[in-house]
C-alpha cells in the first residue's frame, strides 16, 4: 500500500511496549495492514519509536500518516507520540474481543508479568488477576531454567512433549526451581521429564493465580509464551479447557491499543 493510497484512509497506530518485547500495529478502518515485534532493550522510549517505524515501513506508510496512537503496557508512558496511554488490560481486552467475541478468559503470559482476565458478553473486563513481582509463571522462568538446562528456550516446548514422567517442581521461587534443576540433573531425571515438569509447575501457578477469575469457555491465550507448545498443554490440563491461541498471540494488546485508537479517533471526529 502506498502513503497516499494510507492518507485516503483512517490511519491509527497502537503501541504495546513491555518489559522483553515492543509490538505496534497499523490499521486503516479496522483493517490491520501491518503488525511487528521486537526486543524492547535498554531504552522503552526508542523501542516504542523503532518498531512502529518499522511496522508502517512495511505499511508503506509513514508517522506522519497516523491520525491517532494510543500506547500501552510496562512502557507505555515512555512513548512520546503517543495521543493517549491505556493499561494493557484494557487494550487486551479489546484484542481479544474484537478478533474472537465469544471469548470469556484471557491467559496472558509475557516475558515479565502474567495476567488472567475475565471479560463479559460485550468483551469488557469484568476482573482480573496480574503477576508482575515475581518471575515465575513468567517467560523469565522458562528462560532461566532453559540456561540452567543448556536448551535454547524455543525448543522446550517440543522436548516437553516428549517427557513420560514429568518431575516435580515443589518451589515456585525461580531462585529454588532452579537448584532443583540441579538436583534433578544428578538424579539422573531425563531433560524431557524435567522440562515437562517445569511447564507443568508454571501451569499451576498461573492456574492458582487466575482462580479468582475463574476460568470460562472460550479461553485464550496470548504473549510470547503462547508459543510454547508444552505450556500450552500443560495449561489445558491443569485448568481441564481447550483453549485457543491466536495466530499471533504476541500483538493482542497493541492491536487492542489500535482499535481503541480508531474509536478515539471517530470521537475526535464527531466534536469537531
Not at 458478553?121 to 469484568?126: C, K, L, N, P, S
Not at 477469575?213 to 491465550?221: A, L, N, P, S, W
Request: proline share 3%; with cysteine; glycine share 12%.
Amino acid at each position: 500500500m502506498s502513503t497516499e493510497q494510507g492518507k485516503n484512509g483512517r490511519i491509527v497506530a497502537g503501541v504495546d511496549v513491555g518489559a522483553a518485547t515492543a509490538k505496534a500495529v497499523i490499521l486503516n478502518n479496522n483493517v490491520v495492514l501491518a503488525s511487528s515485534v521486537i526486543p524492547t532493550g535498554f531504552s522503552a522510549s526508542q523501542a516504542g519509536d523503532v518498531v512502529t517505524r518499522e511496522a508502517l515501513g512495511k505499511a508503506g506508510l509513514s508517522m506522519d500518516d497516523v491520525e491517532y496512537f494510543i500506547s500501552t503496557g510496562y512502557g507505555r508512558r515512555a512513548v512520546s507520540f503517543a495521543n493517549k496511554v491505556l493499561t494493557e488490560i484494557i487494550c487486551h481486552a479489546a484484542g481479544v474481543s474484537w478478533l474472537m467475541p465469544t471469548a470469556k478468559t484471557i491467559i496472558d503470559i509475557g516475558g515479565q508479568d502474567s495476567k488472567v482476565i475475565g471479560l463479559d458478553d460485550r468483551g469488557y473486563v469484568t476482573n482480573f488477576v496480574m503477576n508482575d513481582k515475581c518471575a515465575a509463571g513468567t517467560g523469565r522462568f522458562l528462560e532461566v531454567m532453559a540456561g540452567v538446562l543448556g536448551i535454547d528456550i524455543s525448543e522446550m516446548g517440543p522436548v516437553s512433549l516428549l517427557g513420560q514422567e514429568p518431575c516435580q517442581i515443589s518451589s515456585t521461587c525461580t531462585v529454588f526451581a532452579e537448584s532443583e534443576m540441579v538436583s534433578l540433573r544428578a538424579e539422573g531425571r531425563s531433560r524431557e521429564d524435567i522440562i515437562a515438569g517445569i511447564h507443568k509447575a508454571l501451569a499451576r501457578r498461573v492456574a492458582i493465580m487466575g482462580s479468582p477469575v475463574g476460568f470460562k469457555i472460550e479461553v485464550v491465550f496470548t504473549g510470547g509464551v503462547a508459543k510454547n507448545v508444552g505450556i500450552h498443554k500443560a495449561l489445558e490440563d491443569e485448568i481441564s479447557l481447550e483453549i485457543i491461541i491466536p495466530e499471533e498471540p504476541q500483538i493482542m494488546g497493541a492491536l487492542g491499543a489500535a482499535l481503541l485508537a480508531r474509536k478515539e479517533l471517530d470521537k475526535v471526529s464527531q466534536t469537531s
